[in-house]
């Protein structure tokens, strides 16, 4: 089956305390992207990849780090999480061209 | 800068009734247009595409139409069902109509009630 899956779907952590949030997919898309949404916001980019080795900032990309070093993983890493990080984060993968985004389901972060 | 705006922001209605979503867009050059439903704890999906010669595309229920002159979009659900609940989110890329340029809208949350 076509997806995308990511990990952890839940995750309550402490301020300061380093995570990564996984995101693998399996339909060989070269573009992949990490969104994070909040209520009245809609869904903003932080950080996308076109391919591997290839990745660049979206729209609120402080505080996170990406890197693609395969085709079909792209992990969101939070260094050091702070509480204004707490929100729901979708994966979403595509071929470029086509710009229809296929989203994982989500995992929801509290930083405390 | 381009932006997208949704309305309204949310919307109850009967099942079985009809509703219709409104999206108005300044993205320019303009390529296409998607509406994506998300149902609560899920990622979005896409409904449709809309491209710039298209006028009207339906998808069982669901029915798009596209005005690029006034630069507006509807998203049209016919015959409500519970199972309509949901967000719905309308995506515009730039000029160039890749995916890694989209304008998200904020959405327009629909409750359908019996």
């Known amino acids: 089956e076509a997806q995308v899956t990511q990990n952890p779907r839940y995750l309550i952590t402490v301020t300061g305390k380093k995570l990564t949030v996984t995101c693998s997919q399996n339909?060989?898309?070269?573009?992949m992207s990490w969104y994070r949404q909040d209520p009245g916001l809609g869904l903003r980019q932080i950080y996308y990849?076109?391919?591997?080795?290839?990745?660049d900032k979206g729209d609120v990309p402080e505080g996170y780090k990406v890197s693609r070093k395969e085709k079909r993983n792209f992990p969101l890493i939070l260094e050091s999480p702070s509480p204004n990080q707490t929100s729901l984060y979708f994966c979403?993968?595509?071929?470029?061209?086509?710009?229809?985004?296929?989203f994982g389901e989500g995992s929801r972060l509290t930083v405390l | 800068k381009n932006q997208v705006e949704q309305s309204p922001q949310s919307l109850i209605i009967l099942e079985g009734k009809n509703c219709t979503l409104q999206?108005?867009?300044?993205?320019?050059?303009?390529?296409?247009l998607r509406w994506y439903k998300q149902d609560t704890g899920r990622g979005p999906v896409s409904l449709t595409i809309?491209?710039?010669?298209?006028n009207t595309k339906s998808n069982g229920r669901y029915t798009a139409t596209l005005d690029a002159d006034t630069k507006q979009s509807s998203l049209h659900i016919t015959a409500s069902q519970l199972s309509d609940s949901a967000s719905y989110i309308c995506?515009?890329?730039?000029?160039?109509?890749?995916?890694?340029?989209?304008?998200f809208g904020t959405g327009t949350r629909l409750q359908v009630t019996l």
């Open positions: 990849s076109m391919n591997v080795e290839v990745t």
């Open positions: 995506v515009v890329p730039d000029g160039t109509g890749t995916a890694s340029k989209l304008t």
């Open positions: 809309m491209t710039f010669s298209e």
């Open positions: 999206c108005n867009y300044t993205v320019s050059p303009f390529s296409n």
């Open positions: 979403a993968s595509s071929f470029p061209q086509s710009g229809e985004l296929f």
């Open positions: 339909m060989n898309h070269e573009y």
